[in-house]
């Protein structure tokens, strides 16, 4: 289990990561999702200790990570803004990480290879984004992590290249029971694949919680009514959002949606009402709604 | 533990990796050495020399130069540092096997360089001696190089930290120089030259650290240990840096605070230092102002350029006030305790022997099977300077006394008739030496008191006998043969000097006329002290009085004069075997018997 608690850094006077505490389980994919700017990168990079916290601590399976330690020698860190070293190709950079990985298998190698149709002889940096993303991702599938990092891995990917690496992705957290903590702004397909969500804001995880309990708590509901709708305060649930499109009402909310579906009956005639699928960009608009962003009214 | 961790375990096969990409430098390497070294030498018909071997010295320096430059550009994009230091293999480790890749590099570039310089043929110097110091050089460059990486965000600001790190004990030098000189301005009898040669030749032994002490004195064993020191301060540097780097600020200029506060104070102290050239004749007062504006302005523009902002921060005001505070006191402190050395006199009786004079270049020999050589007075022993063909060494008592009269009465006042500046060594019974530097002001109310004290040391024995052996040592001419003389007449009408009168020429008579002629002057001379001061080889003191005169106005003239040249048949330089006295009216006694000869 990769534990962080309490984490904090700043650069120079800017507090960037505030009391950060994450909790991210052994065979779980954790999505690390947040608005931009908000520290998702800082805090990876604090996680491979590319930089050191200025208080906070890191443990994997108890054990405090350092850039000394052992166990930090298991995790691979997949950066956004990809690098290679002048005239590498896959295989020199292959040769190059078998020295520094002691788990690095040629076997998985070749197969990664193999199934994303890359050239390994071809020179890195002239290959396209897409292609750089593929090479680097084998290169971390083929060095047997125990906590892969991964940081806008899929950005700039078609839907067919995505897919085949959500496919070897979640086989691998399966098969090895790795930890997965992946950046992303493709909330749709971080909903289809993660098993916990961890919600940064201004520098703070303002929610972390699995994925099925964030969905639990977080209901949505459409229903259309005679006459005009006031929200409804009530202390069996919570309205979080409520939006007309035409004469239907689009409301969030957390709490019990069977009394609030019996409030509307007792206060309106009720036309319609349907309980919608609650995804991870309702989830996260919501969540980063409440802590006021993306709340402005844009001026006419 | 925390050292063993240091190297990674994958360290030999890493830094095959490192050398395996190095190949492209390997060849145009070699190709640039071939051409200049080899190809070159042997089109232009020259022949290989120790020139083209300096030469692929230099061209290696840049080569080693750029390519740590180029591994080290790691720590300072925010790409590759996350590529490398994401990898299972800590700061250090990576650090260490960079150092060690460049290292092997360097050593394949000076291994074929020694083996083209075993092809040399005809050589004027040791070719080895090319390597003595610059094998050294390349690998504290590359540890260097690797700190200031460390403490750098930028590839261009690491590439000008790195010579100024590698310059830094020469830049302290400087700076602790300008604060001699400022000592020598707070305290009367101080020389920055005497504190400065002091210092390097007993403190801080820059020719040991930059390895040419071993070119100059020759190799020995201690040239290890002064490099392996080097290295490991130089790596227990690395190690601290490293630990303590905040990656987070690369692309920064300075990505360390306290060496950006360090380096800013360092640089901004050498600007005024290096105008100091420029206001080298500004009094105490004129210097520190000149300083403290200067610094500051320096100091001001070095913070715009790391911070990249015209506003300081508090730190960097905090700094500079502190500096300048550090600055006052060290005038104030300085003052104070050089006060309690300016009025120190010996006693004579502690003292073996005194030299006074303006020469501070001894050129003498320390044993009598020793080679002649040049030194400053600071350098020289006593044995050195009594074998010095250009020293007078007092060692009577009543002289030495009297020396140190004309001493007191030089600290009580430094007025003079002109400007003029002189030495006063006095070496100690028990080995001691005590030097003493004044410089004298020309004032026009000078009271003449250092007359008087400098013509009662003047006209003892003692003095005489030493000054001007040729005139008042009546064993002077024992054993030699008769002088070989020739005269040569100065004046308006130029005549020339009968051969008969040359052939009449009475040394004896000669020397009784001087010696009465000097009596006179050595007891009415106001200008005495310069004649003191002067080196025993030089009779000029009748210069005033002779040959040309310079007026502004009018042209030069020539006034009435005797210009005698007297030769020995002896080869030492201990016996003055040649000198020459220009004899004018104010010499009446001389210059009447050499014109008695004439008639």
Same mark, same amino acid.
């Given at each position: 289990?990769?534990?962080?608690?309490?984490?904090?850094?700043?650069?120079?006077?800017?507090?960037?990561?505030?009391?950060?505490?994450?909790?991210?389980?052994?065979?779980?994919?954790?999505?690390?999702?947040?608005?931009?700017?908000?520290?998702?990168?800082?805090?990876?990079?604090?996680?491979?200790?590319?930089?050191?916290?200025?208080?906070?601590?890191?443990?994997?399976?108890?054990?405090?990570?350092?850039?000394?330690?052992?166990?930090?020698?298991?995790?691979?860190?997949?950066?956004?803004?990809?690098?290679?070293?002048?005239?590498?190709?896959?295989?020199?950079?292959?040769?190059?990480?078998?020295?520094?990985?002691?788990?690095?298998?040629?076997?998985?190698?070749?197969?990664?290879?193999?199934?994303?149709?890359?050239?390994?002889?071809?020179?890195?940096?002239?290959?396209?984004?897409?292609?750089?993303?593929?090479?680097?991702?084998?290169?971390?599938?083929?060095?047997?992590?125990?906590?892969?990092?991964?940081?806008?891995?899929?950005?700039?990917?078609?839907?067919?290249?995505?897919?085949?690496?959500?496919?070897?992705?979640?086989?691998?957290?399966?098969?090895?029971?790795?930890?997965?903590?992946?950046?992303?702004?493709?909330?749709?397909?971080?909903?289809?694949?993660?098993?916990?969500?961890?919600?940064?804001?201004?520098?703070?995880?303002?929610?972390?919680?699995?994925?099925?309990?964030?969905?639990?708590?977080?209901?949505?509901?459409?229903?259309?009514?005679?006459?005009?709708?006031?929200?409804?305060?009530?202390?069996?649930?919570?309205?979080?959002?409520?939006?007309?499109?035409?004469?239907?009402?689009?409301?969030?909310?957390?709490?019990?949606?069977?009394?609030?579906?019996?409030?509307?009956?007792?206060?309106?005639?009720?036309?319609?009402?349907?309980?919608?699928?609650?995804?991870?960009?309702?989830?996260?608009?919501?969540?980063?709604?409440?802590?006021?962003?993306?709340?402005?009214?844009?001026?006419? | 533990?925390?050292?063993?961790?240091?190297?990674?375990?994958?360290?030999?096969?890493?830094?095959?990796?490192?050398?395996?990409? =190095?190949?492209?430098?390997?060849?145009?390497?070699?190709?640039?050495?071939?051409?200049?070294?080899?190809?070159?030498?042997?089109?232009?018909?020259?022949?290989?020399?120790?020139?083209?071997?300096?030469?692929?010295?230099?061209?290696?320096?840049?080569?080693?130069?750029?390519?740590?430059?180029?591994?080290?550009?790691?720590?300072?994009?925010?790409?590759?540092?996350?590529?490398?230091?994401? =990898?299972?293999?800590?700061?250090?480790?990576?650090?260490?096997?960079?150092?060690?890749?460049?290292?092997?590099?360097?050593?394949?570039?000076? /291994?074929?360089?020694?083996?083209?310089?075993?092809?040399?043929?005809?050589?004027?110097?040791?070719?080895?001696?090319?390597?003595?110091? /610059?094998?050294?050089?390349?690998?504290?460059?590359?540890?260097?190089?690797?700190?200031?990486?460390?403490?750098?965000?930028?590839?261009?600001?690491?590439?000008?930290?790195?010579?100024?790190?590698?310059?830094?004990?020469?830049?302290?030098?400087?700076?602790?120089?300008?604060?001699?000189?400022?000592?020598?301005?707070?305290?009367?009898?101080?020389?920055?030259?005497?504190?400065?040669?002091?210092?390097?030749?007993?403190? &801080?032994?820059?020719?040991?650290?930059?390895?040419?002490? &071993?070119?100059?004195?020759?190799?020995?064993?201690?040239?290890?240990?002064?490099?392996?020191?080097?290295?490991?301060?130089?790596?227990?540097?690395?190690?601290?840096?490293?630990?303590?780097?905040?990656? *987070?600020?690369?692309?920064?200029?300075?990505?360390?605070?306290?060496?950006?506060?360090?380096?800013?104070?360092?640089?901004?102290?050498?600007?005024?230092?290096?105008?100091?050239?420029?206001? &080298?004749?500004?009094?105490?007062?004129?210097?520190?102002?000149?300083?403290?504006?200067?610094?500051?302005?320096?100091?001001?523009?070095?913070?715009?350029?790391?911070?990249?902002?015209?506003?300081?921060?508090?730190?960097?005001?905090?700094?500079?006030?502190?500096?300048?505070?550090?600055?006052?006191?060290?005038?104030?402190?300085?003052?104070?305790?050089?006060?309690?050395?300016?009025?120190?006199?010996?006693?004579?009786?502690?003292?073996?022997?005194?030299?006074?004079?303006?020469?501070?270049?001894?050129?003498?020999?320390?044993?009598?099977?020793?080679?002649?050589?040049?030194?400053?007075?600071?350098?020289?022993?006593?044995?050195?300077?009594?074998?010095?063909?250009?020293?007078?060494?007092?060692?009577?008592?009543?002289?030495?006394?009297?020396?140190?009269?004309?001493?007191?009465?030089?600290?009580?006042?430094?007025? &003079?008739?002109?400007?003029?500046?002189?030495?006063?060594?006095?070496?100690?019974?028990?080995?001691?030496?005590?030097?003493?530097?004044?410089?004298?002001?020309?004032?026009?109310?000078?009271?003449?008191?250092?007359?008087?004290?400098?013509?009662?040391?003047?006209?003892?024995?003692?003095?005489?006998?030493?000054?001007?052996?040729?005139?008042?040592?009546?064993?002077?001419?024992?054993?030699?043969?008769?002088?070989?003389?020739?005269?040569?007449?100065?004046?308006?009408?130029?005549?020339?000097?009968?051969?008969?009168?040359?052939?009449?020429?009475?040394?004896?008579?000669?020397?009784?006329?001087?010696?009465?002629?000097?009596?006179?002057?050595?007891?009415?001379?106001?200008?005495?002290?310069?004649?003191?001061?002067?080196?025993?080889?030089?009779?000029?003191?009748? *210069?005033?009085?002779?040959?040309?005169?310079?007026?502004?106005?009018?042209?030069?003239?020539?006034?009435?004069?005797?210009?005698?040249?007297?030769?020995?048949?002896?080869?030492?330089?201990?016996?003055?075997?040649?000198?020459?006295?220009?004899? /004018?009216?104010?010499?009446?006694?001389?210059?009447?018997?050499?014109?008695?000869?004439?008639?």
């Amino acid at each position: 289990m990769l534990q962080i608690s309490l984490l904090n850094k700043s650069f120079r006077k800017f507090h960037v990561l505030k009391d950060i505490n994450v909790n991210a389980e052994a065979g779980q994919i954790y999505g690390l999702v947040g608005s931009n700017g908000c520290g998702k990168t800082t805090l990876l990079k604090h996680i491979i200790q590319v930089f050191r916290q200025d208080s906070g601590e890191i443990h994997y399976n108890n054990n405090l990570i350092t850039e000394k330690s052992e166990e930090i020698k298991d995790f691979y860190y997949v950066q956004d803004d990809l690098f290679f070293p002048q005239n590498s190709t896959l295989k020199s950079l292959y040769d190059f990480e078998k020295l520094l990985y002691t788990d690095m298998s040629l076997e998985k190698f070749n197969r990664l290879v193999k199934y994303f149709k890359i050239d390994i002889n071809k020179k890195l940096n002239s290959m396209s984004k897409g292609q750089k993303r593929q090479a680097a991702f084998v290169l971390a599938m083929a060095a047997n992590p125990k906590v892969l990092l991964l940081d806008e891995i899929v950005d700039g990917l078609d839907a067919v290249i995505r897919r085949k690496f959500w496919n070897v992705l979640i086989k691998e957290v399966i098969e090895n029971n790795i930890t997965v903590i992946i950046s992303s702004h493709a909330l749709k397909e971080l909903d289809n694949i993660c098993d916990k969500v961890g919600i940064m804001h201004e520098g703070t995880i303002i929610k972390e919680e699995e994925m099925e309990s964030l969905k639990e708590n977080l209901k949505r509901v459409q229903f259309a009514i005679e006459g005009e709708y006031e929200d409804i305060i009530d202390e069996s649930f919570t309205l979080l959002k409520s939006i007309k499109v035409g004469s239907v009402y689009f409301v969030t909310l957390r709490g019990d949606v069977d009394a609030f579906r019996k409030s509307l009956e007792d206060r309106y005639k009720l036309l319609i009402f349907d309980e919608l699928a609650v995804n991870l960009e309702e989830i996260f608009i919501t969540e980063l709604g409440g802590a006021g962003y993306g709340m402005e009214e844009l001026d006419s | 533990m925390e050292w063993k961790n240091s190297i990674h375990k994958n360290t030999g096969r890493l830094v095959i990796n490192g050398l395996k990409e =190095k190949r492209s430098w390997f060849l145009v390497s070699f190709l640039i050495l071939f051409i200049t070294v080899i190809i070159i030498p042997i089109i232009t018909g020259s022949r290989i020399q120790e020139g083209h071997i300096a030469v692929g010295m230099v061209e290696v320096f840049f080569l080693v130069f750029i390519n740590c430059m180029i591994d080290f550009s790691y720590m300072h994009d925010g790409r590759k540092l996350a590529y490398s230091i994401s =990898k299972p293999i800590t700061d250090l480790q990576k650090i260490n096997v960079t150092i060690i890749t460049n290292v092997v590099f360097t050593t394949v570039l000076v /291994t074929v360089l020694f083996v083209i310089s075993r092809f040399i043929t005809t050589s004027y110097m040791d070719i080895n001696e090319v390597f003595i110091f /610059t094998v050294p050089w390349l690998i504290t460059g590359i540890f260097t190089a690797a700190i200031s990486g460390i403490l750098t965000g930028n590839s261009i600001s690491g590439s000008l930290a790195t010579i100024i790190n590698f310059t830094l004990p020469l830049s302290f030098l400087a700076i602790i120089n300008y604060f001699f000189r400022i000592v020598e301005d707070i305290a009367i009898g101080f020389n920055s030259s005497i504190l400065f040669n002091t210092f390097i030749e007993n403190y &801080y032994r820059i020719d040991k650290l930059y390895f040419v002490k &071993y070119v100059e004195d020759g190799f020995d064993f201690t040239y290890f240990i002064v490099l392996a020191t080097v290295l490991v301060i130089l790596y227990g540097l690395i190690y601290v840096l490293a630990k303590r780097r905040k990656h *987070e600020r690369s692309g920064e200029l300075v990505v360390s605070d306290g060496y950006k506060s360090f380096i800013s104070i360092i640089i901004a102290s050498l600007v005024p230092i290096a105008f100091s050239s420029i206001f &080298y004749n500004v009094g105490f007062s004129g210097r520190i102002i000149t300083f403290v504006i200067l610094f500051a302005l320096a100091y001001y523009l070095i913070n715009a350029v790391l911070e990249k902002s015209f506003r300081l921060n508090r730190l960097t005001i905090k700094l500079f006030a502190g500096f300048m505070v550090f600055f006052a006191l060290f005038i104030i402190i300085a003052d104070f305790a050089t006060n309690q050395f300016e009025g120190r006199l010996p006693v004579a009786s502690e003292i073996s022997s005194v030299y006074i004079g303006s020469n501070t270049w001894i050129y003498s020999q320390e044993t009598d099977e020793s080679e002649f050589e040049g030194r400053q007075i600071y350098s020289a022993t006593e044995e050195f300077m009594k074998k010095a063909d250009n020293v007078i060494l007092y060692e009577d008592q009543q002289t030495i006394q009297a020396i140190i009269d004309v001493h007191r009465e030089v600290i009580r006042n430094q007025d &003079y008739y002109y400007n003029m500046s002189f030495v006063i060594a006095y070496y100690y019974n028990n080995g001691d030496v005590l030097y003493r530097y004044y410089n004298l002001l020309e004032k026009s109310d000078y009271d003449g008191q250092k007359d008087v004290f400098v013509k009662e040391l003047m006209n003892k024995d003692d003095f005489k006998l030493k000054r001007m052996p040729f005139v008042y040592d009546d064993g002077y001419l024992t054993g030699l043969v008769k002088p070989s003389i020739t005269i040569h007449y100065e004046g308006k009408d130029v005549k020339s000097i009968p051969q008969s009168a040359i052939g009449e020429f009475d040394v004896e008579i000669f020397r009784a006329n001087l010696k009465k002629d000097f009596d006179k002057y050595l007891m009415e001379s106001d200008k005495s002290l310069n004649f003191l001061i002067q080196s025993p080889n030089d009779y000029y003191f009748m *210069e005033p009085y002779g040959r040309y005169k310079v007026d502004t106005t009018e042209p030069y003239i020539v006034e009435e004069a005797y210009y005698v040249e007297i030769s020995f048949n002896e080869e030492s330089m201990k016996s003055k075997n040649y000198f020459s006295l220009r004899v /004018t009216k104010a010499f009446p006694e001389t210059f009447e018997y050499i014109a008695s000869l004439m008639d």
